[in-house]
């Protein structure tokens, strides 16, 4: 079994940073893809940003340019810097990983760590 354990979620006003970090353990062979994902309230869950191979970056059109994910792979931590923060991003950030464990593949969610953006 892999768990994804998120910190770093806040109360923040708009135009600050804030950083959240997304730590896997269990018995992991390989990690394929990380990645953040959000949900506003009343919202569906959408993409934020995810790294696949460690090289692969895909942001959501509406943070291009603010956000930033990254990965140690040593940690097998997934990061998401958040800078210029605006009320739209607010909502519960969740983490995915996808990759192999002991006993074969997984997909796997955390429980979600919540973000605030307001004066």
């Known amino acids: 079994q892999v768990l994804l354990v998120e910190s770093g979620g806040g109360l923040v006003q708009p135009g600050g940073s804030l950083r959240l970090s997304c730590a896997a353990s269990?018995?992991?062979?390989?990690?394929?893809?990380m990645g953040w994902y959000r949900q506003a309230p009343g919202k569906q869950r959408e993409l934020v940003a995810t790294?696949?191979?460690?090289?692969?970056?895909h942001y959501a059109d509406s943070v291009k340019g603010r956000f930033t994910v990254s990965r140690d792979n040593v940690k097998n931590t997934v990061y998401l810097r958040m800078s210029s923060l605006e009320p739209n991003d607010t909502g519960v950030y969740y983490c995915?990983?996808?990759?192999?464990?002991?006993?074969?593949?997984?997909?796997?969610w955390g429980q979600g760590t919540q973000v605030t953006v307001s004066s």
């Open positions: 269990g018995i992991i062979r390989s990690i394929n893809t």
């Open positions: 995915n990983a996808k990759g192999l464990h002991s006993s074969g593949s997984f997909d796997t």
């Open positions: 790294l696949t191979n460690g090289i692969n970056r």
